[in-house]
């Protein structure tokens, strides 16, 4: 479709002002398209970028020595998870201890990402995920603490950081300090962009004054150093997001609240902070004024795959436990595992959790190599990851069957360690709507521009070339050719093949889906997550297809590599089914009678008392008028202020452990 100009989705005829201004907001968020496009978004188009996914990325081939270091470093930790890291402490007691974080400093794992010349030990993404992976077996509280230091938190100063602030910042992260990544607020989770915090250049030109409340900063109550995100005006008058880097014993900083008790991830703090008229120098700003959301976006792709890794490891070590415990279990005088149903879940989670590990390393080579389209990528790991490992691990507890929920037997902390996975680091809702929408933008601005060619009867070569097949595909439903078969093993080209036949279905029914809703369908977002769903599908599909090709090719065998074999290709008959679900859900569905029932359910519960139930602190609409939850029993974590002059920021953390 060259030469044909690319049109604007706001001009979209019957969008409404609102979301016009939401999908203008979404493109000042996400900034100018790149040059090139990523795998994801070429699967919209009917196409397949094998040069982007085959062959799949070999860390040993590409880096040995740093590989070697590596399993020097997981060995390591491995011996240490699994004789004297308290995972069950610190889940009971709701902390994990100083000499734990000493511990992780003193391996190497804070600063193992921070180059070598700031005293980390500079190694990549994908080494990275490895120990996130191998600290998520044990303990996902852990792993959230080292992810959300290193991932989000320092990660901030590595890519955006001067040379004076690096010098300055990482070699005390790399060694002492642990880091916060400050984005959420009370009214603020999701909508990154509608920051309540604001900065604004003292008259003296030599400081920001910070003001506004942040909450669900992990580790901000034990941190030395955190990035804040903050609206600030811009000389046109705009107002855009800029990041700044606090320390907690600023004047005007009070940590008012270390953190609260919580179903999940119970060992990691995350505080809520108050930030009044905060003087932070001019040199604290990370970045170009205004770019904070760059900033945050960037960071969210490397906090996307290690929360990925943490899920991968809990689902590994649960699906571990539910086999064996397959195998020794008798009932009905044969052991579970001789059942289909219980074989049908052992199937299930071998087949997920090869897949999930295809997706994480593949998405992590990718940010190795610094592939310059990735943002759909990492967006698609998290929701992957995070959703099929949760059904891996609710497969676990299945199996296991009441002994799954006992605390001493861990799965259950698995289990709801798990859950959080599918919220955080943007919730897998608006992750789906993400995926539909940046993934196929390009596309449908490409079709829109050919219709409004054609209806200002704007002819010419170009746009006629253009304009005829992609009306043979939606108004006489022709299907456009499959992609290329990649070169893969003889042994997999039906799998190849079949994934290629499900590219050219995509973009069928994206066009499809678009001229069939118009500009309906920038709010239907059931419609939105089904395409998104199937994208996501062939994309694991292809990373787990990739991963066994490079595995048959190295002549990798064993009752492992069999295993691996045998997952990977229930996964692709898994997934073919899931896919065709999608399609057929876009056109059979119950789409009208869910929006009644929800109307219907929405109307009688507007009639109950708001004083009955929990409502959102900051809510627009009914601030104040909920419950007052009862706290008596639960344990508390009251804030301390201020921290302490050139400390670490965990000067005050035994203080309230003995509160605890």
């Not at 002819?459 to 253009?466: E, G, L, R, T, Y």
């Not at 279905?505 to 994206?510: A, D, I, K, M, P």
Request: charged share 25%.
């Amino acid at each position: 479709m060259a030469d044909v100009k690319n049109a604007d989705l706001k001009n979209l005829k019957g969008v409404s002002e609102r979301d016009k201004q939401m999908i203008a907001d979404a493109e000042t968020l996400l900034g100018p398209e790149p040059k090139s496009m990523g795998a994801v978004k070429n699967y919209f188009w009917g196409r397949l970028r094998d040069d982007l996914l085959f062959p799949y990325p070999d860390i040993a081939k590409s880096s040995p020595e740093e590989t070697a270091e590596c399993d020097r470093l997981v060995a390591e930790l491995e011996d240490y998870l699994k004789n004297e890291h308290p995972s069950v402490e610190i889940d009971q007691e709701q902390y994990i201890p100083e000499w734990v974080i000493k511990k992780l400093f003193d391996i190497g794992a804070l600063g193992m990402t921070i180059p070598k010349e700031y005293g980390g030990l500079g190694m990549g993404i994908t080494s990275y995920n490895r120990v996130l992976e191998t600290i998520g077996k044990y303990c996902g509280s852990t792993a959230v603490l080292v992810s959300a230091h290193q991932s989000i938190g320092c990660k901030a100063v590595m890519l955006f950081g001067t040379e004076k602030q690096k010098q300055e910042w990482l070699p005390k992260l790399a060694r002492e300090w642990l880091s916060a990544f400050c984005l959420s607020e009370p009214q603020v989770g999701c909508d990154a962009g509608g920051q309540e915090t604001y900065c604004q250049l003292s008259d003296d030109g030599e400081y920001y004054i910070l003001n506004g409340e942040k909450k669900w900063a992990t580790s901000g109550a034990i941190s030395g150093l955190f990035t804040v995100m903050a609206k600030q005006k811009m000389p046109d008058g705009k107002e855009k997001v800029t990041a700044l880097v606090c320390h907690p014993d600023m004047e005007g900083i009070d940590i008012f609240s270390k953190n609260r008790s919580k179903a999940c991830i119970r060992g990691t703090w995350q505080a809520r902070i108050r930030f009044t008229n905060v003087k932070v120098p001019r040199d604290h700003l990370l970045h170009k004024e205004g770019r904070g959301l760059n900033v945050a976006l960037s960071c969210l792709n490397y906090g996307r795959c290690t929360l990925s890794a943490g899920m991968l490891g809990g689902a590994k070590r649960a699906m571990d436990q539910a086999i064996k415990w397959s195998q020794t279990r008798y009932q009905f005088q044969r052991p579970l595992a001789d059942f289909e149903l219980v074989k049908q879940k052992i199937a299930h989670m071998a087949a997920l959790t090869y897949a999930m590990e295809s997706v994480l390393y593949m998405t992590t080579g990718m940010l190795d190599r610094h592939d310059e389209d990735i943002m759909v990528e990492t967006a698609i790991c998290k929701v992957f990851c995070s959703e099929m490992g949760w059904r891996a691990v609710n497969d676990a507890v299945q199996i296991m069957g009441g002994e799954g929920m006992m605390t001493e037997n861990e799965i259950e902390r698995i289990f709801r360690d798990s859950r959080i996975n599918t919220i955080v680091e943007g919730a897998n809702e608006v992750m789906q709507s993400f995926i539909f929408a940046y993934g196929g933008k390009q596309l449908a601005e490409k079709m829109l521009g050919i219709k409004e060619m054609a209806d200002n009867k704007q002819f010419s070569i170009p746009m006629i070339k253009a304009a005829i097949p992609l009306g043979m595909e939606v108004f006489l439903g022709m299907r456009p050719k499959a992609p290329a078969v990649p070169n893969v093993d003889p042994s997999l080209r039906p799998a190849a093949e079949r994934v290629c036949k499900l590219i050219s279905e995509l973009t069928y029914q994206f066009k499809i889906a678009s001229k069939k809703h118009d500009a309906a369908i920038v709010t239907r977002q059931c419609i939105q997550a089904r395409l998104a769903d199937a994208a996501i599908y062939i994309h694991a599909w292809n990373c787990t297809l990739s991963r066994l090709d490079h595995e048959i090719k190295k002549g990798e065998s064993g009752l492992e590599f069999e295993r691996n074999k045998a997952a990977a290709m229930h996964f692709f008959d898994l997934a073919e089914l899931a896919i065709h679900d999608c399609f057929r859900r876009l056109h059979e569905n119950a789409d009208d009678t869910m929006a009644k029932a929800a109307e219907a359910a929405l109307a009688y519960t507007e009639t109950l008392p708001n004083s009955d139930f929990i409502i959102s602190e900051r809510s627009p609409n009914a601030k104040g008028t909920g419950r007052i939850p009862k706290q008596n029993h639960i344990k508390q974590f009251p804030g301390t202020g201020r921290g302490v002059a050139g400390g670490t920021g965990r000067e005050n953390m035994n203080q309230t452990i003995e509160q605890l």
